[in-house]
């Protein structure tokens, strides 16, 4: 369809050829709503910018690389959790560090695909380019089988049908959503699990070291929006 482009005072804009889905309309108009609160967040920062500006000229401490040292410290002593959960990086200036508690509980609430997801993205794709692997994780308080297939360098994992045909995993691991999360986000050993009788093994037990030995370690401090 063909759509005119007019600005507030009704000026033509132009116009433009574009076809677009029930998604692609719903999308865009939530793009378009997430721009307008952008924009308005912005336009009230850059007024408060420029109405402090000779202020912050005459009282702030900058070191030699043009960073605001004092306005940092002042953000610092504000913080409840600065005293016990920060660090300064010397790119980045001040950044807060998550308490460890915090993240354990995030952890623990992750989902089975959750946990899959998050290590599909840790994957080092040359290194684990050869490597073929499948896992079935039998998840017994979810009454549920998920399948991990690891090939070309790619974590592909997804929910088994019951009777639908699939190849045969070369290791079958049955146990709970906590215990997944601790075998394979915990550090929690997969050896002791088995002996513990938290998980049983039908199969070959090592593929889940084989699979952590190709997963990129993350780091939790990657700058967001530096580059």
């Known amino acids: 369809m063909v759509d005119e482009f007019r600005d507030d005072a009704g000026n033509d804009r132009g116009s433009g050829r574009f076809t677009l889905s029930r998604r692609g ?6 793009a378009a709503l997430a721009a307008v609160g952008i924009g308005s967040v912005a336009t009230g920062c850059a007024e408060d910018a ?3 500006d000779a202020e912050r000229t005459t009282t702030d401490a900058v070191d030699p690389s043009g ?11 504000t913080l409840p959790f600065s005293d016990t959960a920060d660090f300064t990086d010397a ?10 508690d915090v993240i354990k509980s ?17 994957i080092n794709g040359p290194k684990a380019w050869d490597m073929k692997m499948i896992t079935d994780w039998v998840i017994t308080d979810e009454n549920r089988t998920h399948r ?3 090939h070309n360098g ?33 550090g929690k050993d997969v050896a002791d699990a088995v002996k513990s009788g938290a998980v049983q093994v039908s199969g ?4 889940v070291k084989q699979l952590k030995e190709v997963l990129d370690k993350p780091d939790p401090n990657f700058a967001i929006v530096t580059p």
């Open 91 to 100: 790119d980045r200036g001040f950044i807060a560090k998550l308490e460890p």
């Open 67 to 77: 960073k605001v040292i004092e306005r940092q410290e002042q953000v610092r002593s």
């Open 204 to 207: 070959d037990p090592s593929k």
């Open 148 to 150: 991990a297939d690891l």
């Open 154 to 186: 790619v974590l592909v994992h997804f929910d088994k049908i019951p009777g639908e045909p699939e190849p045969p995993a070369d290791a079958t691991f049955t146990l709970t959503r906590p215990t997944l999360i601790a075998v394979l986000t915990g």
């Open 50 to 52: 420029q109405a402090t």
């Open 25 to 30: 309309v719903i999308g865009a108009g939530a």
């Open 106 to 122: 995030m952890i623990g609430a992750l989902t089975v695909e959750q946990v899959f997801d998050s290590m599909a993205l840790l």
